[in-house]
């Protein structure tokens, strides 16, 4: 199946945003990270900068408000400075 994204020039560079399946993608909602598997997310093949669809952005955010509706949870290492 071929994913559903329209490939379009990435605003930041001269690079292509084209569909890439997010595996373990961290992805920030306003103070909280939630991790997208199995979305279809844009990603620029020159600088990587990700491009979320709007349905993503919407699940992302009722996840993060709820987060006992999530599929899984994974815990996160952090590196501290
Ligand atoms: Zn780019």
Known sequence: MMA????HRCDFC?????AMVARHE??????????LDGQI???CDR???RY???AVVK?????AAHPE???RHESIPVAAA
């Open 4 to 7: 559903e994204y329209d490939e």
């Open 14 to 18: 001269s690079g292509t945003v084209g």
């Open 26 to 35: 961290p992805m920030r909602v306003d103070d909280k990270v939630v991790l």
């Open 41 to 43: 997310i844009g990603k």
């Open 47 to 49: 600088c990587g900068h």
């Open 52 to 54: 979320y669809p709007a």
């Open 59 to 63: 699940v992302a955010q009722r996840v």
């Open 69 to 71: 509706e999530a599929a």
